[in-house]
Each structure stands twice: as C-alpha cells, then as structure tokens.
C-alpha cells in the first residue's frame, strides 16, 4: 500500500473514530434528557418541607381534588381541637389568669375528651371562640416559644367557625398551613418542559431519619430547609436542644457527609415572615451569642446565612440560597425556577459543555 493510500486510510479511520464519539454523545444526551431528576428535600421538622411539596402539587399537579381536600378537612379540624388543648395545658403549666366561663369550658374540654374532627360540633365550636376570645389565652398564645404549638394555631383559631361549618371545604391556604407530621417518606412525580422529576420528602424529626440514607440513590440536588423563625424555640423530641442548633448540626451532617460532599445543595431560608416579625421582640442573640447587630431583620438574615454556609465549607460543590415564605406559591414557583436551573447548569458542567 502507497504513502497515499495508507494516508487515506488513516484519514478514513479518524473520521469514523469521530462520527462514533459523536453518535455516543449524542446518545447520552438523549438519554440525559429522559434521565428523571431526583430532587432530596431534608430538614427537620417543622421547618416546612412537606409545605414546599404541597406547592408543588398545585404547581405542576394541578392542585387538589375532592379526596385530598376531605383527608385535609377532618386534619384541620383535629388542629383546631388539638391547638385549643395544647393552649389549655399551657394555661395550667403556666399558672395563666382566665376568666371564670373559660375555666368551666377548659374543664368541659377534658371530662368530654375532645380528640377528632367529629367531635367539632357548633357547641365545641362556640367553646373555642370564647376561649380564644379570653384574653388568658392571648397571653398564652404571645408565650408559645415556652411550650409547643404549631405556628398556624392563631390562623385556625381566628377561622374557627368557618373551619366548624358542616359545608367547610379547605381553600389552598387552609391545605398549605395544615400540619402534618412527616412519617415516613412522601414522593411526588411530575414533568416539567418534558423533563421527569421525582422529589422525596423524608421525615425531619429525630426518629425518622434513619430512613434518610435509603433516599440517598442517584439524587441530582439537596434541598435543604431551614426555619429562620425558631432561633428561640426548641425541639419537640428534645426540650433542651434549640431548633435552629439542631438544624446546623443536621445540615453539616448532611452537607458534609459521605454522600453528599460534592453534590450541589439548594438551602432555603424559610419562615421569613414569622421572622420578620419576631426579631422585631427577640434578638437573635438568645440563639447566637456572637451576634451584635440587635433586631434587625435583614442583618438577621445574612447571619443566619453565614452560619449555613460556613458549615458547608466543601469548595468541590456549590450551595444555593434562597430566602423564603413556603406558604407564598408565586415565591415558591420562582425558587423551583432556580433550583431546575442549578440542576440543568451542573449536567451542562458534567458533559463539558460549560
């Protein structure tokens, strides 16, 4: 064979060496773009987890229908039953003032042993709205950071006849402030510009997260939630550990674990208008010592910031951050924009094209 021929073999070789690398790539960019996008959303409890996947299900799920709702009516009327207890407890553990009617009616609610949705009849309802119009139970309510009631108990208790009515049928807001404790683990599946996602809810308290690690396959992001209103309050499942503590130690733990220290993390920075309100009456202080910029909100929330990131301090991985209301769906849209984003970028990354 000829310098000529053998040029052109080699010539030939080289384009089909070529052609096959591009074929491949091409086949794993159509595989890519079918690939399902694991999304991991862990935090502790009360933090507003499961509230982000309830936006989600109005989002791309079309919201909820008759089934959801009627499972989250006789929910939100065992809170409402539930926050009045919690608020009678707290009144005795207390030692708080109320008047005479509301003692009568405080004793009637434990002789009669109100527990479920059913037991929310016009007669119960009348009780709860003359308790909650005592201004014992305001008092007690203003001191909640000294035992453990749900942040929506005021939002229930003010539509306390609405929620009683035989005809209630939750509206969105009701269903987004309903609490229900995670156990277990919840996924939800949609698409999104023909894009398969799966997002996992995992449950945040102490005794659920064992199952952590079974959720830990194949994720592309963590979401991690965190809620910037309870500097000042403590666990459910541990009297003497601050909420916002906790969530630190979980986070580093997380961030920095094995599986998940060079993966990219969303942290969201949720609750933002309890806190608003709060640091108004608390320094966060009470939380962090070292801080010194008094009850200023947006000082607050760069510090709280600083505090999450400088737990995550892997350079091989990028955190996001995002300040938000979970309950605000227009916000919460906005936020999964930029989480799709974050996700997109990183494959772009991996596959060198950035």
Excluded at 55 to 65: A, C, E, H, N, T
Excluded at 225 to 233: G, K
Excluded at 257 to 282: A, Y
Aim: aromatic share 10%.
């Amino acid at each position: 064979m000829g310098p000529a021929n053998r040029k052109k073999k080699k010539k030939k070789e080289e384009e089909l060496k070529k052609s096959k690398e591009i074929e491949e790539k091409m086949k794993k960019d159509l595989e890519n773009e079918n690939k399902e996008i694991k999304l991991l959303v862990l935090g502790t409890g009360e933090s507003g987890k499961s509230t982000f996947l309830k936006q989600l299900m109005i989002l791309y799920k079309g919201g909820f229908g008759k089934q959801d709702k009627a499972l989250y009516t006789t929910t939100i009327r065992s809170n409402l039953i539930s926050h009045t207890k919690i608020l009678i407890d707290a009144i005795n553990e207390l030692g708080i003032e109320v008047k005479s009617k509301s003692k009568k009616i405080m004793r009637d609610f434990y002789e009669m042993e109100y527990y479920s949705s059913e037991d929310l009849t016009e007669e119960v309802q009348n009780q709860i709205t003359s308790l909650w119009l005592d201004p014992g139970f305001k008092e007690a309510y203003d001191r909640r950071t000294e035992f453990q009631l749900p942040d929506t108990a005021n939002f229930y208790l003010n539509n306390c006849e609405r929620i009683s009515d035989p005809k209630f049928e939750p509206t969105q807001e009701d269903i987004l402030l309903c609490r229900i404790p995670t156990t277990g683990v919840n996924v939800i599946q949609f698409t999104v510009d023909d894009r398969p996602w799966q997002v996992v809810d995992v449950g945040g308290q102490r005794s659920e997260r064992r199952k952590w690690i079974h959720q830990f396959d194949d994720v592309s992001i963590v979401l991690y939630v965190v809620a910037t209103s309870e500097y000042n309050q403590k666990l459910y499942e541990d009297q003497t550990v601050n909420r916002m503590h906790e969530s630190l130690i979980l986070f580093d733990q997380t961030a920095n674990g094995d599986f998940f220290k060079e993966k990219n993390c969303v942290v969201l920075f949720n609750k933002i208008d309890l806190l608003k309100q709060k640091i108004k009456n608390v320094d966060l202080k009470v939380c962090f010592p070292e801080y010194t910029s008094g009850k200023n909100y947006e000082q607050a929330c760069e510090f709280i910031k600083q505090k999450f990131l400088e737990v995550g301090r892997n350079t091989k991985r990028t955190i996001f951050t995002h300040f938000t209301c979970a309950t605000d769906t227009e916000n919460m849209r906005g936020v999964f924009d930029a989480v799709t984003t974050t996700v997109l970028e990183a494959e772009l990354k991996n596959e060198g094209y950035i």
